[in-house]
């Protein structure tokens, strides 16, 4: 084989397709996967989607980005779409009906009242004596038939509003025995009835990755495994070796639903279930996700673990004029360099102890807190931040947006502390998380509750201190412990090699060792 000329494109070593169920922007583990490996020689498109309006692309380092725009027609209900005699009898049919019925009820009223007012005052304009006593035994008559009317107008509207209440929330015994029906008859096929939104990202996707012809599927999270064992058949079936690697961010069966009713984890997880066999090769966050992964869908080897590392930091040259600084943290927060600070990063929930730091302020005297969210505007952050106003500690809590993700560890350094109290739920009790790494580059002292892996960490190491989760006195105690003496605890990061194995570039390796294994399996597939 003739050696590559210099100045010569490398060639790239396959295309991969990744897929993600977000529109990219604050998701840094897909960012970091689509860019590194792009880096590494392979030809990379990342696939996520736009709620509202019209898909883009863009560029991520050498990767492509496209987003494609999501409909989501089959997220209606069956309560949205039909009328549930079972539910509500009485209630109109989804739809205009109940408005248009409320509104001809007042039009009628207002019509009779107008009547009356006229039979008095232009008795000539209404018509003859004879018409006019016909008329006022009408009016007469129509007045509580009208009243009547108008009652129950409501009384049905207010019937169709609960119904479609009920019915999207999907809480009750109705919608429990729904749900046992389909998955006793149709097992993991279920979710085609209880999730059929499911089908929507497989409309949206399907196609576009169908045209880019991958020799590799990168399918991130469970929405998107299916989309991307569907696609791999496809191919398979016209003849081309192509491999998919199913990326699993957390358990499912323990996630707390943002859609909280009968049919979420049951739909979801049995869509889980019936494409995870798919899968060429199982990626995840930590090796104890791992093991219940391995166990609940029987994989054939143990998967692949990839940490949700942040980038290695790197002092940056100020003569470089198109490297985009980070912002100043402490300058967002409005505090100067000697104010004591304590910072969460991350994706905001009440699982995820937001609310216990701002109960321990009081506590605190001079300490001020940044919340690092997605949206500062969102009415949860909003929320927490009139609760400081009533505690009378308002002037000393923030919340400032995200940053790029090769900003996040310099921008979180200018803090005192990190810190992570969240709650106990199955996904937080098996996983080091992504704040935790990049607090940690960040060469802060941490406190983070008694979750079970991140807490033997940071035992074990000594960076930090554990508090009992959801005890707002013990997270007070702890703060006030690693501000009091953070070179107890930053001198942990000193340990030769403890933060070179916590990088995205050692993670990166692994990543570009995987994807290398299964296409020399397919090549010697095609032999």
Known sequence: MEAQSAG??????????????????????????????????????????????????????????????????????????????????????????????????????????????????????????????????????????????????????????????????LRGPLDRTFTALWRAAKGNRAWRRLEPVLWDYELTYGKEIDALRPDIIHANDFRMLGVGARAAVRARAKGRQVKLVWDAHEFLPGVRPWEDNAHWIPGNTAHESEYAPFADAVVTVSAGLGDLLRERHGLKEQPTVVLNAPDRPVERDPALVDVEPEPDLRALCGIGPDVPLVVYSGSPGPQRGLGDMVEALPQLDGVHMAFVVPSPAAGYIQGLLRRAQELGVGDRLHAVPYVKHWQVVRFLSAADAGCIPIHHWPNHEIALITKFFEYSHARLPLVVSDVKTMSEVTRSTGQGEVCRAQDVDDLARAIKAVLADPEKYTAAYDKPGLLDTWTWEAQAEVLDGLYTRLLTESSEADK
């Open 8 to 169: 010569t494109p490398r060639r790239p070593k396959g295309r991969v397709v990744m897929l993600v169920d977000n529109k990219v922007e604050g998701d840094s583990r897909v960012q970091k996967a689509a860019e590194s490996a792009a880096a590494a020689g392979w030809d990379v498109v990342l696939l996520g989607l736009v709620r509202s309006g019209s898909g883009r692309t863009w560029k991520l380092g050498d990767a492509e980005v496209r987003l494609l725009p999501l409909k989501t027609p089959l997220a209606k209900r069956h309560a949205e779409r039909h009328r549930s005699l079972l539910r509500r009898p009485f209630a109109y049919p989804p739809g205009p009906m109940a408005a248009y019925r409320r509104q001809w009820v007042k039009a009628w009223r207002v019509d009779l009242a107008t009547r009356r007012a006229a039979l008095r005052v232009a008795p000539q304009a209404v018509g003859g004596p004879a018409f006019r006593r016909v008329e006022a035994l009408r009016l007469l008559m129509a007045g509580p038939a009208s009243r009547f009317l108008q009652k129950w107008v409501e009384f049905r509207a207010r019937q169709a509003a609960q119904a479609q209440k009920a019915g999207r929330a």
